[in-house]
């Protein structure tokens, strides 16, 4: 009875479209955060504000779905709408991937015709692509991404240095040091797929597969003396660095650290605005067939 009661409070709250293309807009997390990283960061209350509101929650299991909890915030069949995406953050890239491809295609048949907003902070820009080249997504229209380490990041070469020990030193260190040991030990295999591209890896494999061809946000940190920030270096979190994707991603600049922020809200809000108005593959490339470096200060 518990389970025909979640299936149908589901079936009622994720009803499919029946009126004017809209667009769905789906936030994804990166390394140890969640669904709730945009939203204490303030980047989903900045959005609400901007006729973006907030539906709930994209499970990678049955239900599929939990609506927003907050009375008054849901709308029925709002225009667009935001969604946030829960993965596993501590498992690898791949199978983050493919259940994030199962989730935007529950989203899909549940809102059918409507065309995505992929926007990825950190890792979750990595999964993001990794599921774009599979080619089982629904309409995407573009794909966002903050602070993402797309060249990878030496910080996850001296993580795996740092739990690479042998036997017994690694279970003293577990037992008797603690910290952040036994993380990174649970991290180690999506460590490994955020070391730098060589043959063999991940990301080298990526960053030389087709990708579709829809548009490209490169959301870059920058700092008072240099960009990136103490996470991923600049050129790694830029999209035109990759070789499948050289020339083919704007690029804007958001003052900050590696972590969410407010900044990344109102950067967001009018990034997406503009795309949810532009005609599809309208204002991808400059007249030079490059990417456009738009700094944006918050």
């Not at 573009?142 to 910080?155: C, D, E, Q, S, V």
């Not at 795996?160 to 042998?166: E, N, R, T, V």
């Not at 108005?277 to 991808?284: S, V």
């Amino acid at each position: 009875m518990k389970k025909l009661f979640s299936l149908v409070l589901v079936a009622v709250l994720f009803l499919p479209y029946g009126g004017a293309r809209a667009d769905a807009v789906v936030l994804i997390h990166g390394y140890l955060g969640s669904p709730r990283s945009w939203i204490d960061s303030g980047v989903v209350p900045i959005l609400e504000r901007h006729a973006l509101p907030y539906e709930g929650v994209l499970l990678p299991e049955w239900p599929w779905f939990v609506p927003s909890p907050r009375p008054g915030v849901r709308k029925s069949n709002p225009e667009h709408a935001v969604y946030l995406a829960q993965l596993p953050s501590l498992a690898p890239i791949g199978l983050q991937a493919l259940l994030l491809e199962r989730q935007l295609q529950q989203l899909g048949h549940a809102r059918p015709g409507q065309s995505l907003i992929l926007v990825g902070h950190s890792v979750g820009g990595v999964v993001a692509r990794v599921a774009l080249t599979r080619g089982g997504l629904p309409s995407v229209k573009a794909l966002i991404t903050i602070a993402a380490p797309h060249l990878g990041t030496p910080r996850a070469e001296q993580a795996l240095d740092a739990i690479s020990d042998p036997w017994p030193i690694e279970v003293f260190k577990e037992f008797f040091i603690g910290g952040p040991y036994p993380l990174l030990r649970d991290s180690r295999d999506v460590l490994q797929d955020l070391t730098r591209p060589v043959p063999g890896s991940l990301l080298f494999a990526l960053n030389r597969t087709f990708h579709p061809d829809i548009r490209y946000i490169s959301v870059v940190r920058s700092q008072s003396f240099s960009l990136g920030d103490s996470l991923v270096p600049a050129f790694s979190q830029d999209m035109n660095q990759v070789p499948a994707l050289a020339g083919k991603s704007q690029v804007v600049l958001v003052a900050g650290d590696h972590p969410l922020f407010p900044g990344d809200g109102f950067a967001l809000e009018e990034m997406i605005h503009a795309l949810l108005q532009a005609p599809r593959g309208h204002g991808k490339k400059d007249a030079n067939g490059k990417g456009r470096d738009v700094p944006h200060d918050s």
